[in-house]
Protein backbone atom coordinates (compact mmCIF):
# COMPACT_ATOMS: atom_id res chain seq x y z
CA UNK A 1 0.00 0.00 0.00
CA UNK A 2 1.09 3.46 -1.00
CA UNK A 3 0.21 6.57 1.38
CA UNK A 4 0.81 9.88 0.77
CA UNK A 5 -0.07 12.97 2.17
CA UNK A 6 -1.72 15.40 -0.48
CA UNK A 7 -3.21 19.01 -0.20
CA UNK A 8 -7.31 18.60 -1.26
CA UNK A 9 -8.28 19.19 -4.76
CA UNK A 10 -11.90 19.11 -6.45
CA UNK A 11 -11.29 15.68 -7.67
CA UNK A 12 -11.54 14.60 -3.92
CA UNK A 13 -14.96 16.44 -3.65
CA UNK A 14 -17.17 13.51 -3.18
CA UNK A 15 -14.78 11.63 -1.07
CA UNK A 16 -14.55 14.54 1.38
CA UNK A 17 -18.05 14.43 1.76
CA UNK A 18 -18.68 10.63 2.59
CA UNK A 19 -15.45 11.25 5.02
CA UNK A 20 -17.04 13.80 6.73
CA UNK A 21 -20.42 12.42 6.95
CA UNK A 22 -18.82 9.13 8.83
CA UNK A 23 -16.93 10.84 10.99
CA UNK A 24 -19.87 12.54 12.12
CA UNK A 25 -22.08 9.77 12.40
CA UNK A 26 -19.12 8.38 14.58
CA UNK A 27 -19.22 10.79 16.64
CA UNK A 28 -22.80 11.04 17.52
CA UNK A 29 -22.80 7.34 17.61
CA UNK A 30 -20.16 7.19 19.79
CA UNK A 31 -19.07 10.21 21.73
CA UNK A 32 -15.38 10.62 19.87
CA UNK A 33 -14.04 13.35 19.28
CA UNK A 34 -13.45 15.21 15.49
CA UNK A 35 -10.01 15.85 15.05
CA UNK A 36 -8.37 17.40 13.15
CA UNK A 37 -11.01 19.99 13.43
CA UNK A 38 -9.80 22.24 10.92
CA UNK A 39 -11.38 19.87 8.56
CA UNK A 40 -14.70 20.60 9.78
CA UNK A 41 -14.65 23.96 10.67
CA UNK A 42 -16.69 24.96 7.61
CA UNK A 43 -19.14 23.37 5.57
CA UNK A 44 -18.15 20.91 2.91
CA UNK A 45 -21.12 21.25 0.55
CA UNK A 46 -19.95 24.76 -0.38
CA UNK A 47 -16.68 22.80 -1.89
CA UNK A 48 -15.01 26.42 -3.33
CA UNK A 49 -15.45 28.09 0.20
CA UNK A 50 -14.32 25.36 2.00
CA UNK A 51 -11.09 24.82 -0.31
CA UNK A 52 -10.46 27.98 -0.07
CA UNK A 53 -10.58 28.21 4.13
CA UNK A 54 -9.13 24.94 4.55
CA UNK A 55 -5.37 26.45 5.48
CA UNK A 56 -4.90 29.09 7.85
CA UNK A 57 -3.03 31.61 5.86
CA UNK A 58 -2.64 34.16 8.41
CA UNK A 59 -2.18 34.62 12.29
CA UNK A 60 -5.53 35.90 14.25
CA UNK A 61 -5.89 36.53 17.81
CA UNK A 62 -6.22 33.40 18.36
CA UNK A 63 -5.20 31.27 15.83
CA UNK A 64 -1.45 30.62 13.89
CA UNK A 65 -1.08 30.09 10.46
CA UNK A 66 -1.50 26.01 9.37
CA UNK A 67 -2.11 23.76 6.78
CA UNK A 68 -4.52 21.14 6.21
CA UNK A 69 -3.18 17.66 4.29
CA UNK A 70 -5.01 14.67 3.68
CA UNK A 71 -4.06 11.06 4.02
CA UNK A 72 -4.49 9.05 0.34
CA UNK A 73 -4.11 5.69 -0.12
CA UNK A 74 -2.84 5.67 -3.85
CA UNK A 75 -3.64 2.23 -4.54
CA UNK A 76 -6.91 3.08 -3.88
CA UNK A 77 -7.33 6.34 -4.63
CA UNK A 78 -9.02 7.36 -1.31
CA UNK A 79 -8.75 9.26 1.34
CA UNK A 80 -8.55 7.65 4.67
CA UNK A 81 -7.42 10.93 7.26
CA UNK A 82 -6.32 14.05 7.68
CA UNK A 83 -3.77 16.24 9.45
CA UNK A 84 -3.24 19.61 10.43
CA UNK A 85 -0.19 21.20 10.81
CA UNK A 86 0.23 24.70 13.09
CA UNK A 87 3.68 26.65 11.68
CA UNK A 88 4.27 27.48 15.23
CA UNK A 89 2.62 27.56 18.74
CA UNK A 90 0.91 30.15 20.61
CA UNK A 91 0.81 30.25 24.97
CA UNK A 92 -2.56 28.49 24.11
CA UNK A 93 -1.75 25.27 21.77
CA UNK A 94 1.42 24.91 23.51
CA UNK A 95 -0.45 23.99 26.53
CA UNK A 96 -3.23 22.23 25.12
CA UNK A 97 -2.93 21.34 21.00
CA UNK A 98 0.27 21.47 19.94
CA UNK A 99 2.00 21.46 16.13
CA UNK A 100 -0.54 18.48 14.83
CA UNK A 101 -3.75 17.21 15.08
CA UNK A 102 -4.47 14.36 13.48
CA UNK A 103 -7.34 11.74 12.89
CA UNK A 104 -7.97 8.42 10.86
CA UNK A 105 -11.90 8.43 9.71
CA UNK A 106 -13.92 5.74 11.62
CA UNK A 107 -13.85 2.84 9.35
CA UNK A 108 -9.92 3.21 8.26
CA UNK A 109 -8.35 2.76 12.12
CA UNK A 110 -6.47 0.18 13.85
CA UNK A 111 -4.46 -0.37 10.97
CA UNK A 112 -1.71 1.80 11.05
CA UNK A 113 -2.47 4.57 9.09
CA UNK A 114 -2.38 7.22 12.00
CA UNK A 115 1.65 6.42 12.43
CA UNK A 116 2.16 6.62 9.16
CA UNK A 117 0.00 9.73 8.77
CA UNK A 118 2.13 11.51 12.22
CA UNK A 119 5.59 10.34 10.27
CA UNK A 120 4.28 11.80 7.14
CA UNK A 121 3.30 14.87 8.90
CA UNK A 122 6.83 15.17 10.80
CA UNK A 123 8.33 15.66 7.34
CA UNK A 124 6.67 18.63 6.37
CA UNK A 125 7.11 19.88 9.80
CA UNK A 126 10.85 19.81 9.13
CA UNK A 127 10.13 21.60 6.11
CA UNK A 128 8.70 24.56 7.92
CA UNK A 129 11.76 24.75 10.11
CA UNK A 130 9.85 22.92 13.10
CA UNK A 131 12.62 21.00 14.86
CA UNK A 132 10.78 20.18 18.15
CA UNK A 133 7.01 19.03 17.54
CA UNK A 134 4.27 18.87 20.41
CA UNK A 135 1.59 16.19 20.10
CA UNK A 136 -0.98 16.10 22.68
CA UNK A 137 -3.96 13.40 22.74
CA UNK A 138 -6.60 12.31 25.42
CA UNK A 139 -5.05 10.35 28.12
CA UNK A 140 -7.72 7.09 27.84
CA UNK A 141 -6.92 7.73 23.93
CA UNK A 142 -4.54 4.67 23.62
CA UNK A 143 -4.19 4.18 19.82
CA UNK A 144 -3.50 8.09 19.44
CA UNK A 145 -0.47 7.89 22.54
CA UNK A 146 1.05 4.71 20.69
CA UNK A 147 0.71 6.62 17.09
CA UNK A 148 2.76 9.46 18.20
CA UNK A 149 5.40 7.55 20.24
CA UNK A 150 5.90 5.05 17.76
CA UNK A 151 7.13 8.49 15.87
CA UNK A 152 9.44 9.38 18.70
CA UNK A 153 7.05 10.94 21.27
CA UNK A 154 8.34 11.59 24.63
CA UNK A 155 5.28 12.22 27.45
CA UNK A 156 6.07 15.19 29.15
CA UNK A 157 3.34 15.43 31.22
CA UNK A 158 -0.20 15.09 31.90
CA UNK A 159 -2.97 17.93 32.67
CA UNK A 160 -6.53 18.49 32.74
CA UNK A 161 -7.34 20.19 29.78
CA UNK A 162 -10.41 23.30 28.79
CA UNK A 163 -12.94 20.67 29.41
CA UNK A 164 -12.01 18.31 32.09
CA UNK A 165 -10.57 15.63 30.26
CA UNK A 166 -6.95 14.38 31.30
CA UNK A 167 -4.70 14.82 27.85
CA UNK A 168 -0.91 14.12 27.29
CA UNK A 169 1.53 15.98 26.18
CA UNK A 170 4.18 14.53 24.14
CA UNK A 171 7.42 16.31 22.00
CA UNK A 172 8.92 14.14 18.77
CA UNK A 173 12.34 15.60 18.69
CA UNK A 174 12.83 16.47 14.74
CA UNK A 175 16.90 17.70 15.24
CA UNK A 176 19.64 15.09 14.15
CA UNK A 177 21.14 13.44 17.41
CA UNK A 178 24.42 16.01 17.30
CA UNK A 179 22.18 19.03 17.39
CA UNK A 180 20.20 18.24 19.93
CA UNK A 181 22.49 19.27 23.07
CA UNK A 182 23.69 22.24 21.15
Not at 46 to 67: I, M, N
Request: proline share 2%; with cysteine.
Amino acid sequence: MSLKLIKLTKKYEKQLGEMIDEWRADQELNHTNTSPGAIFKNDYHDFDYYLEHLDQKTATKDRVPGSVFFLLDEDEDRLLGAVNIRHYLNDDLLKEGGHIGDGIRPGERRKGYATKMIGLALEECRKLGIDRVLMTCDKDNIGSAKSIMNNGGVLENEFVNSEGVVEQRYWIDLRKPEERFT
